[in-house]
C-alpha cells in the first residue's frame, strides 16, 4: 500500500476546486496542495457551462439588493438570506479575481463589458465568454494554477472514500458530532492500486450527479461522487430533492449523451419559447415569458409535451440578428448546423434535461461539512444559496466565493492540525468476476430509467415509492458485487449513482409539498411551514 501525505486535499478540478487551491496556495504559500482529477483535469462541469457567472457589475443599473431579491425569488422562499448576502455581496471581488488570473469576458465596442439577461434576472449582469464561459474560466484557473509551486494535480485518480474513524474500527453514526476526515483513499487508474493520501484538511469540489437521469447536460464524469462519500462517511446531505431540469437542451432524435445545452442566454437574447406549430405558450404559465425561473419553464414545457403528446418544444431565433447571435454563440449554432438545423432559418428542437443539484452535502457559510476537517464547494455543496431553485449563472459564482471562504478558513486551522500516521491500508477485495461490466452497464441503464420516470420534472407518492423499491434491490446487488469483484471506478461510481439516487428520492419522498423544483402531484400546493430536508 503506497502512502502520501498532504497538507490539503482538494477532490475536484472545476471551478470550486481550483480556485480553492488556487486561494488556499496564495494565502499559504507553505502548505502543500495537491488536487486530483478522476479524468483528465480540465474534464468536469465547469468547463461545459455556457451562459456566464452573475455579478452586480454596472451600479449605474443594478445594484445588490436586486440580485439579492432575484435569487430569493428563485430559491421560492428556501433560500438562506445570510448565505445569499454573502455570494452576492462578495462575488464581485472574486469576479475582479478571476480577470486577475487572466479570464476573459466579452465586450462592447465601448470597451466595457457586455452584461446579458437570463431567466429570473431583473437586470442585466451575466458576464461571459460567447458561449463558452466555463471553458475560459477553466482555461485561466488551470494556467493560475501552472504558477503556483505549491499546487500539484493528480490526473486519473479516482476518489473510493474519505478516510474517518469507521475505517480504523470505530463506531461512526450520523448524529455524532465529532467525526473527522484524515484524507481519501484513492485508485490510481494507471496501475489500479489503491492508495491512502493522508491531508491535514480535505475539500470535495466533486461535482453534481447529473448522470443518474437518461437525459442530462452533466458529462459523464458528474456521477455524485463526493456527495455518496460524505453520506457513505455518515455526514449530512440536505434538499437532494431540488434538482434543476434545464427547460432548453437540444433535442437529437439521434440521441446523445450527454444532451448539448442550448444556453439560457439564447432566451435572455431574445429567443422564443413555441409549440412545434409556431404557437408561443409560456404566458399561460408566467408574466416572464420565455425569461421565467427555470422551473416555472421546465414544467411548463413537461405539460406541454404532454398534453399535445410530441417529443419537443421550439426555440424561435429566427427573428434575431444573424451576425450578432453568431458572434455571440458560434458553439451553438455550429452545434445545431452540425445536425441539419440552422437557427436563423428555422426553430431549434428543445427538451429539459437534468442540468443541476441545488441540494448536496450541508455545509455552513465557511463551507465545513458535519464532518471535522472535511469542507465541500461549489455543485455537491448545498450552501443555501439556491434554496428550492438555482438562479441562472449563480452557480459559478457561489463556487468562486466559498473557494475564498474555505481557503481563509483552511489557512487559519492548518497549523493546529497534524496528519494521522494510525490509518489502516485499504481493505482489499475478492477476485475477478468475468462478468462485471456488462452487470455494471445494465444496472447504469436501470438506474437512469427508475430516476427518470419515477422521479423526475412532476413526481407523486406512487411514483416516489416504486422508485425506492426498485433502487432498493439494486442496492442490494450492487453491494454483493462490490464486495466480490475487483475493484474498478465504473463499480464505484455505480454505487455512487445508486446512492445519489436513493438520497433524491428519499428526500422527494419526505417534502409533502410542491416548492420549487419539487412538484408532487399529491401535494400540489406549499407549506407555510419552511423547512430543509435533512438526512
Not at 54 to 64: F, G, I, K, R, Y
Not at 103 to 115: A, E, G, I, P
Not at 182 to 188: H, I, T
Not at 414 to 419: K, M, N, V
Request: hydrophobic residues 35%.
Amino acid at each position: 500500500m503506497s502512502v502520501h501525505k498532504t497538507d490539503v486535499l482538494i477532490i475536484g478540478t472545476g471551478i470550486a476546486g481550483l480556485s480553492t487551491a488556487i486561494q488556499t496556495a496564495l494565502k499559504r504559500p507553505d502548505l502543500q496542495i495537491t488536487l486530483v482529477s478522476k479524468t483528465d483535469k480540465e474534464e468536469c462541469n465547469t468547463r461545459y457551462a455556457q451562459g456566464g457567472i452573475a455579478a452586480v457589475w454596472d451600479l449605474a443599473e443594478d445594484d445588490p439588493e436586486k440580485h439579492i431579491a432575484d435569487t430569493k425569488d428563485a430559491g421560492d422562499d428556501l433560500c438562506n438570506p445570510l448565505i445569499v448576502d454573502i455570494v452576492v455581496k462578495e462575488g464581485p471581488e472574486r469576479v475582479r479575481e478571476l480577470i486577475e488570473w487572466g479570464t476573459r469576458f466579452d465586450k462592447d465596442k465601448s470597451d466595457q463589458y457586455d452584461l446579458a439577461r437570463e431567466g429570473g434576472h431583473s437586470e442585466n449582469r451575466i458576464l461571459h465568454y460567447r458561449d463558452l464561459t466555463g471553458a475560459e474560466i477553466e482555461r485561466a484557473l488551470l494556467s493560475k494554477c501552472s504558477t503556483l509551486p505549491n499546487i500539484r494535480i493528480l490526473e486519473h485518480y479516482y476518489a473510493i472514500d474519505v478516510i474517518t474513524q469507521h475505517h480504523m474500527g470505530y463506531m461512526v453514526t450520523r448524529v455524532m458530532n465529532d467525526i473527522h476526515c484524515y484524507g481519501a483513499y484513492l485508485l490510481n487508474l494507471q496501475d489500479l492500486r489503491v492508495e491512502t493520501h493522508l491531508a491535514r484538511v480535505t475539500v470535495l469540489a466533486t461535482g453534481g450527479a447529473g448522470q443518474i437521469y437518461k437525459a442530462t447536460t452533466n458529462p459523464v464524469v458528474a456521477t455524485g461522487d463526493g456527495i455518496a462519500m460524505l453520506y457513505r462517511a455518515k455526514g449530512h446531505v440536505e434538499n437532494m430533492e431540488f434538482v434543476q431540469f434545464h427547460p432548453t437542451s437540444l433535442f437529437n432524435p439521434k440521441g446523445e449523451s450527454p444532451s448539448f445545452l442550448i444556453s439560457e442566454a439564447v432566451r435572455g437574447f431574445g429567443g422564443i419559447l413555441k409549440t412545434r406549430d409556431g404557437q408561443e405558450f409560456m404566458h399561460k404559465y408566467d408574466e416572464r415569458l420565455s425569461l421565467a425561473p427555470r422551473d416555472i419553464v421546465a414544467r411548463a414545457i413537461d405539460t406541454e409535451l404532454k398534453t399535445r403528446g410530441e417529443d419537443y418544444v421550439c426555440l424561435d431565433c429566427r427573428h434575431l440578428d444573424p451576425q450578432a447571435f453568431e458572434a455571440h454563440f458560434p458553439t451553438i449554432l455550429q452545434k445545431c448546423r452540425s445536425i441539419g438545423i440552422d437557427p436563423m432559418k428555422e426553430m431549434i428542437p428543445v427538451v429539459p434535461a437534468c442540468h443541476y443539484f441545488c441540494g448536496g452535502i450541508k455545509v455552513d457559510e465557511f463551507g465545513r461539512t458535519s464532518i471535522h476537517q472535511l469542507f465541500a464547494c461549489g455543485e455537491c455543496s448545498s450552501t443555501g444559496l439556491h434554496g428550492a431553485n438555482r438562479l441562472a449563472s449563480n452557480s459559478l459564482l457561489e463556487g468562486a466565493v466559498f473557494a475564498y471562504r474555505i481557503a481563509d478558513e483552511i489557512s487559519k486551522m492548518a497549523d493546529y492540525i497534524a496528519h494521522n500516521e494510525a490509518i489502516p491500508d485499504w481493505d482489499a477485495r475478492g477476485t475477478t468476476e468475468p462478468r462485471e461490466m456488462v452487470l455494471i452497464t445494465q444496472s447504469i441503464k436501470e438506474l437512469k430509467e427508475i430516476m427518470s420516470y419515477y422521479v423526475g420534472i412532476v413526481r407523486s407518492n406512487v411514483r416516489t415509492k416504486r422508485a425506492l423499491d426498485r433502487l432498493h434491490l439494486l442496492f442490494m446487488e450492487t453491494e454483493e458485487l462490490y464486495h466480490s469483484s475487483t475493484l474498478s471506478p465504473q463499480l464505484c461510481e455505480l454505487r455512487n449513482l445508486i446512492t445519489n439516487g436513493y438520497l433524491v428520492t428519499r428526500c422527494a419522498s419526505i417534502r409533502h409539498e410542491s416548492r420549487g423544483l419539487h412538484y408532487n402531484t399529491d401535494y400540489p400546493d406549499k407549506n407555510s411551514f419552511l423547512q430543509s430536508t435533512i438526512l
